[in-house]
C-alpha cells in the first residue's frame, strides 16, 4: 500500500513546493489534492496550470494519488435548487477532467447531502441519478468516482449496508467508494465496512475517531492515528483479506498547534507501523 | 373549510382507495380521451423532477395520463379532464387563452408555479402575466427557512382541500393571493395554494412544488393529489 495526505495541510505560509519537499521527506508517496481547498488548485486553474501542478508534485518525487474537492458541503448534487445542482456537476465534472491530466484514475465526491430542509428520500434520488450521470463522464476518461462515507456530517448512507444497496442502485463500475475509516464513529465499525466494500474501494481516508463523543458544536472528533477509538488491527486484517492494496491516505483535521510539520513526520510513521503490523 | 358533500365523498374514497387499491379507474370523458394531460413546457419547467414526480405519482394511481408539450395542446387538450402544468416558469398569451378556453368548458387546471427557482426578471414578469391572465397575485418568492430557528421550522405546508393534509414545503414558495379564491394551502401564515372557479371549470395553483415531493414517495401529496383529481374532475 502507498501512503498519501492532502495538499490542504499544507500551510499557507509554507507555500505549495516547500509543502510538497515536507511531504516527500516524511515519507509519503504522495499527495491527496483537494480542488477549491488550496490557493494553487480552483475550479478556475487552467489545464496548463494544472500541468504545471503536476510537474510540481512529480519534481517534489511524488505522485498524485487521487483528486478530492471541499465544494460538495456548499453545491451538493442533491440540492433542490437545479442552479446548485448545476454548480456541483461543473465542479465534479471538472475533477474528472483534470484526473488524467494528473496521472490518477480516482476522484473523491462528497455525494449526497441530507438537510433539516432536503429530506433523506429526495437526496438519494437525486444523488443516485446524479452520479450516474457522472459516471458516464468518469467512464469515458477512465477516473472512477468514489464517493465518501462522511457518516454524521451527510447524515445520509449511515450504515454499510445502505452504501452497498446505493452503490447497487448506482450500478457502474466508475463508481465505488471512498472509506474513511474514522468516519463511522459510534454507528460501526470501519473493518465491517472494509470486508463488505471490498473490491468497491477506491481509496482510504486515514484518521482516528474519538467515539462515543459525537460532534459537540465545532469540536473535532476526529484525531491523530492510533489516539482513538478506532481497532487498527481489526482495519489493518480486513484490509488484507479484502486485499486492499491502494492508496492510503491520511486526513487529519484536528492539526499540531506548535511545530506544525511534526504532524506529517509522526502521521508518516504512524501509517508505516499500520502497514507493516507492528501494532 | 366548507366542503360540499360530492367533494368530501371523493375525499372519502379516494382515501380508502389508496389504502387497499392504489390503482384505480376513472369513467372516459371519451373513449380515446385521457383522465390528466401533463403538460411538458420544457425550458419553462424549473424543475424537471417535478414532471417526473406527477408522472410517478398518475401512474401509481392507475390513471389514464398522458404528457405532452405545448405544440400538441391544440390536439390533446379536448380529450382531457385535468390539466397539470409542473413547475412553470413562464406562460404566454397563447397559452393562457388556451388553458381559459379548456377551464370555460368544465376543465381542471393544476398549475404548480416554478418561479421560486428563476431569475428575479423573469419572475417578475410572469407575475404581471399571471395577473393579467388569471386575476392571481403572485409575489416575490421566499424562503420558508429564512428567520426561522430550531422549533419553529416546521416543513410542512398545510394544504386544507380537497383534502387536509401536510405534505413537506420545498424551502422556498411563492406566496399568492386572488379576489373570489380560496385559499387550499399554506405555511407560516403564507398563502401558497389558491383555487378558483372560472367559467364551469377549477384553477388551482400551488406556489409551493409538489412534483418534487411527489417524486421522493411522499404518502401525502400522493393523497392529495388524489383528492384534488377526484374532487375536480367534470
Given at each position: 500500500m502507498k501512503k498519501s495526505i492532502g495538499d490542504n495541510m499544507i500551510l499557507e505560509k509554507w507555500g505549495l513546493e516547500k509543502g510538497l519537499e515536507l511531504i516527500k521527506k516524511a515519507g509519503f508517496d504522495g499527495v491527496e489534492l483537494w480542488l477549491g481547498g488550496t490557493p494553487w488548485f480552483q475550479k478556475t486553474t487552467t489545464d496548463g496550470q494544472v500541468i504545471e501542478l503536476l510537474r510540481k508534485v512529480e519534481n517534489a518525487g511524488l505522485m498524485v494519488s487521487n483528486v478530492s474537492n471541499t465544494l460538495d458541503w456548499d453545491y451538493p448534487i442533491s440540492s433542490r435548487d437545479p442552479k446548485i445542482r448545476d454548480q456541483a456537476f461543473g465542479h465534479i465534472g471538472r475533477q474528472i477532467e483534470v484526473a488524467p491530466l494528473l496521472k490518477t484514475d480516482a476522484i473523491l465526491v462528497v455525494a449526497g447531502l441530507v438537510t433539516e430542509e432536503v429530506p433523506y428520500n429526495e437526496v438519494y434520488l437525486r444523488t443516485v441519478e446524479g452520479i450516474k450521470t457522472l459516471a458516464e463522464k468518469a467512464g469515458k476518461a477512465k477516473v472512477k468516482i468514489g464517493c465518501e462515507n462522511c457518516n454524521s456530517e451527510q447524515r445520509f448512507l449511515h450504515s454499510p449496508r445502505e452504501f452497498w444497496q446505493f452503490l447497487n442502485d448506482v450500478n457502474s463500475p466508475h463508481v465505488g467508494i471512498h472509506l474513511d475509516v474514522g468516519n463511522i464513529h459510534d454507528t460501526g465499525f470501519a473493518e465491517q465496512w472494509i470486508e463488505i466494500h471490498g473490491p468497491r474501494i477506491t481509496r482510504i481516508h486515514l484518521k482516528d475517531v474519538l467515539k462515543h463523543r459525537g460532534r459537540c458544536g465545532r469540536e473535532s472528533v476526529y484525531t491523530n492515528l492510533?489516539?482513538?477509538?478506532?481497532?487498527w488491527p481489526a482495519i489493518r486484517a480486513a484490509l488484507q483479506k479484502v486485499n486492499y492494496d491502494g492508496w492510503l491516505i491520511a486526513e487529519m483535521e484536528a492539526r499540531y498547534r506548535y511545530a506544525e510539520d511534526q504532524q506529517f513526520y509522526d502521521t508518516s510513521a504512524a501509517m508505516d507501523r499500520l502497514i507493516s503490523g507492528r501494532l | 373549510m366548507e366542503m360540499t358533500r360530492r367533494q368530501l365523498l371523493a375525499v372519502a374514497t379516494s382515501a380508502a382507495l389508496l389504502s387497499v387499491e392504489p390503482r384505480i379507474q376513472f369513467d372516459r370523458r371519451k373513449s380515446l380521451g385521457w383522465d390528466c394531460l401533463i403538460l411538458d413546457l420544457k425550458e419553462h419547467c424549473s424543475l424537471a423532477e417535478s414532471l417526473q414526480g406527477y408522472e410517478g405519482c398518475l401512474a401509481n394511481l392507475g390513471l389514464n395520463f398522458v404528457t405532452r408539450s405545448h405544440e400538441f395542446l391544440p390536439d390533446v387538450l379536448p380529450q382531457a379532464r385535468h390539466v397539470v402544468i409542473p413547475a412553470v416558469t413562464s406562460i404566454d398569451a397563447e397559452l393562457a387563452r388556451r388553458l381559459l378556453n379548456f377551464l370555460e368548458n368544465q376543465g381542471s387546471v393544476l398549475l404548480e408555479l416554478g418561479l421560486a427557482f428563476v431569475d428575479p426578471t423573469i419572475c417578475d414578469l410572469q407575475r404581471k402575466l399571471l395577473s393579467s391572465h388569471f386575476q392571481v397575485e403572485a409575489q416575490s418568492p421566499v424562503s420558508l427557512r429564512s428567520g426561522c430557528d430550531g422549533e419553529q421550522c416546521v416543513p410542512y405546508v398545510d394544504y386544507l382541500w380537497p383534502l387536509a393534509t401536510k405534505v413537506r414545503d420545498f424551502s422556498r414558495v411563492v406566496p399568492l393571493s386572488a379576489s373570489s379564491s380560496k385559499a387550499i394551502a399554506h405555511s407560516r401564515g403564507i398563502t401558497i395554494g389558491l383555487s378558483r372557479k372560472v367559467g364551469k371549470g377549477t384553477l388551482t395553483i400551488l406556489g409551493s412544488p409538489l412534483g418534487p415531493v411527489l417524486r421522493a414517495g411522499d404518502q401525502e401529496a400522493q393523497s392529495w393529489l388524489h383528492a384534488f383529481l377526484s374532487a375536480t374532475r367534470a
Open positions: 492510533f489516539l482513538g477509538d478506532n481497532n | -
